[in-house]
């Protein structure tokens, strides 16, 4: 069936008077990146270099929650964290806790390709990116106007602390989306098959808002946030404490493998089993299927396919792709 590839920005509950200048930007960057990735794959590049290819531009993106827009942790400092693999061969790379790292994704392949390890975080992490040359900026390039506002906003409604095991300050700790939607959306992924069947995945992101510092999400951990085999590859975005609870992205996988179902029936299946509101996902199969499908009200999203389907969205309207049928795009 050809190369396929599809991105997403981040799910969430963002509402659908959302102002054109906090849409557009991201609208524009997510066709942006789909038109590289999609050249690229027509070029026969390996799905593995398209992730990272299109995996680092969103994190350049400042309208995006990684890399230079990453969100800030509640002493505010930026601590990203990213995760690619290759299906095939099963071979991933991870790191955590980054405060300098230009583009987390591309230290995540490095690890994966030169250390006998996956996942490294924080100070060892930071040494492996001094020692490998990767390019690195002063702490506060990461932390920019917008999150420093949103960081003092969910610390006034002290959001997120509803994801710790630490007592909440009344009800209003239950709510996470602030007005204008803008609370958790924007971590980014994307998950290609070349036209020679391999699969890939990458995600990176800034994790959550006001979370505690050291926190880990679901972005780095293999089978969670991020996973590929043979059969398909998924990136996940939204809770991460929830994603990493139901083992999203592997859930998918194992799914296709065990159960022998279809990438969608095995996608919507997965994210309907998640609590509400917490889980969005964009997948691609070995034959080339997409899916791009989440319990929140919205993701941003994109994707192309070599047979000519292209779709770049936000809101998904409520039920499509419920009824098994061969949308895209699927609201559960
Ligand atoms: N899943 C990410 C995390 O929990 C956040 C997101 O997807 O926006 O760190």
Redesign the pocket.
Known sequence: MGWALALHG???DVPRTLPPELREPRLATLRRCLDLGAAALRDGRTALDVVELVVRELEDCPHF?AGRGSVLTAAGTVEMEACVMEGATLRCGAVSGLSTVANAVSLARLVMERTPHIYLAFDGAEAFARDQGVETKDPSHFITEHNIERLRQAKEANRVQIDYTQPLKGQQAQKETPADGNS????VGCVAVDAAGNLATATS?G??VNKMAGRI???PVVGA?TYANALCAVS??????E?IRHTVARDVAALMEHRGLPLRDAAKRVVAGAPRGTVGLVAVSRGGEVCMAHNTTAMFRACATEAGHAEVGIWTDAGAGADGGESVSAAL
């Open positions: 981040g799910a969430g929650n958790q959306t924007g971590t992101t994790g959550l999400g679901d972005t946030g996940a975005t939204g809770k991460g404490e994603i």
